[in-house]
Nanobody, 117 residues
Framework: QVQLVESGGGLVQPGGSLRLSCAAP????????MGWYRQAPGKQRELVAV???????NYANSVKGRFIISRDNAKNTMYLQMNSLKPEDTAVYYC???????????WGQGTQVTVSS
């Protein structure tokens, strides 16, 4: 199991912005993809955004145009810039790492994002 370190959550007013970070060990070389998921109370975990090793990016329809996923390959760190936040974005956000030929998955510890006035 690979340890991922998340940071950047918090409380923000509607319309505000937050930036999440997820750092993977720099010793991991065969990264297939990194992604952000979220889970709101009483709901299933859902994909927010994913970026592959080739640079392909996909977003959930609910965040398109507001969230930006990016990755610093040298640092094995992934970011999620969240703009124009809405109360429905409130959730625990988890980063995910998919790596190796075996398509192994590791998860971050989760960071709470609360959008409220």
């Amino acid at each position: 199991q690979v340890q991922l370190v998340e940071s950047g959550g918090g409380l923000v007013q509607p319309g505000g912005s937050l930036r999440l970070s997820c750092a993977a060990p720099t010793t991991i070389f065969s990264i297939n993809a990194m992604g952000w998921y979220r889970q709101a109370p009483g709901k299933q975990r859902e994909l927010v955004a994913v970026i592959t090793s080739g640079g392909s990016i996909n977003y959930a329809n609910s965040v398109k145009g507001r969230f930006i996923i990016s990755r610093d390959n040298a640092k094995n760190t992934m970011y999620l810039q969240m703009n124009s936040l809405k109360p429905e974005d409130t959730a625990v956000y988890y980063c995910n790492l998919n790596y190796g030929l075996g398509q192994f998955n590791s998860w971050g510890q989760g960071t709470q994002v609360t959008v409220s006035s």
